[in-house]
């Protein structure tokens, strides 16, 4: 199995890049963050055309979340148990050949101690217990997308900028290690043990030219994945295309999957 996960800054806007990527890449799998449109206005026949089915959990204007798959997707769960229709579209999970995968849009927080700073933090801790309460960690498990937290400093460009700042303080990062000790294993981490590996760059100040990017996007299995995980990289190249997102894939190959 081949998976990758996008945060696609509107699917509308990036739909060319999108086909374009699919058709290069040949994923299995695609997770997809912050697709920026309702469900009816997703472009369902587009992605039909090359190869894929949908399941959709979409916001109109925000959020959204999507999982873009060749094989059948079962048992989806749109959002946590106890969302109301007001709840922002953030999470997504299907089992794919009987693999749980589990897609996320974590909240960006805005600035350290808002109220949106707040909500992530409480979003956070609901996503562990959401974990705790549905999934096993002795099972095939995959929780992939935008976190929104570079967990450590080798994942920052510049850690003493960042550090105390949105996307880097330690709350943030302590919430997303308690969520890992559910029993995750990063699969980047598997492969590449140096920094300087990134998955988002601002599109202000020539980010992504001067390589200033942080490690945001994630791909984290469970035991039984993580031994059968081959490699995992970041597909910088795309982020070069025109009119890119700000994030590039992030892919992930497995074995006897």
Same mark, same amino acid.
């Given at each position: 199995?081949?998976?990758?996960?996008?945060?696609?800054?509107?699917?509308?806007?990036?739909?060319?890049?999108?086909?374009?990527?699919?058709?290069?890449?040949?994923?299995?799998?695609?997770?997809?963050?912050?697709?920026?449109?309702?469900?009816?206005?997703? &472009?369902?026949?587009?992605?039909?055309?090359?190869?894929?089915?949908?399941?959709?959990?979409?916001?109109q204007?925000?959020?959204?979340?999507?999982?873009?798959?060749?094989?059948?997707?079962?048992?989806?769960?749109?959002?946590?148990?106890?969302? #109301? /229709?007001?709840?922002h579209?953030?999470?997504? /999970?299907?089992?794919?050949?009987? #693999?749980?995968?589990?897609?996320?849009?974590?909240?960006? =927080?805005?600035?350290? =101690?808002?109220?949106?700073?707040?909500?992530?933090?409480?979003?956070?801790? @609901?996503?562990?217990?959401?974990?705790?309460?549905?999934?096993?960690?002795?099972?095939?498990v995959?929780?992939?997308?935008?976190?929104?937290?570079?967990?450590e400093? @080798?994942?920052?460009?510049? $850690?003493?900028? *960042? @550090?105390?700042?949105?996307?880097?303080?330690? &709350?943030?990062? /302590?919430?997303?290690?308690?969520?890992?000790? *559910?029993?995750? #294993?990063? #699969?980047?981490?598997?492969?590449?043990?140096?920094? =300087?590996?990134?998955?988002?760059?601002?599109?202000?100040?020539?980010?992504?030219?001067?390589?200033?990017?942080?490690?945001?996007?994630?791909?984290?299995?469970? $035991? &039984?994945?993580?031994?059968?995980?081959?490699?995992?990289?970041?597909?910088?190249?795309t982020?070069? *295309?025109?009119?890119?997102?700000?994030?590039? $894939?992030?892919?992930?190959?497995?074995?006897?999957?």
């Amino acid at each position: 199995m081949k998976l990758a996960t996008w945060n696609v800054n509107s699917i509308i806007a990036r739909l060319p890049l999108v086909t374009r990527w699919l058709e290069k890449e040949k994923p299995d799998v695609l997770c997809i963050q912050e697709t920026k449109c309702s469900d009816e206005k997703f &472009p369902l026949l587009e992605l039909k055309s090359v190869g894929y089915d949908c399941v959709l959990f979409g916001q109109q204007s925000y959020n959204g979340v999507a999982i873009v798959a060749r094989n059948n997707c079962a048992n989806v769960v749109r959002g946590f148990p106890e969302d #109301t /229709a007001e709840s922002h579209a953030r999470l997504l /999970a299907a089992d794919i050949a009987g #693999t749980s995968i589990i897609d996320v849009y974590v909240p960006n =927080g805005q600035i350290v =101690g808002s109220d949106k700073y707040q909500f992530k933090l409480g979003w956070m801790k @609901r996503l562990r217990e959401f974990l705790d309460q549905n999934y096993d960690p002795n099972s095939p498990v995959l929780l992939c997308g935008d976190f929104n937290v570079a967990p450590e400093e @080798r994942d920052v460009h510049n $850690p003493q900028l *960042w @550090r105390n700042r949105i996307l880097f303080s330690e &709350p943030e990062k /302590a919430a997303l290690q308690h969520i890992k000790d *559910w029993g995750f #294993t990063d #699969t980047f981490r598997l492969h590449t043990e140096e920094g =300087g590996h990134y998955s988002w760059w601002d599109y202000r100040a020539g980010g992504f030219r001067r390589n200033l990017g942080l490690r945001i996007d994630h791909i984290w299995v469970s $035991p &039984p994945l993580a031994q059968r995980n081959l490699r995992c990289w970041i597909d910088k190249e795309t982020r070069a *295309w025109e009119r890119p997102s700000d994030h590039a $894939p992030v892919i992930a190959e497995f074995e006897n999957i």
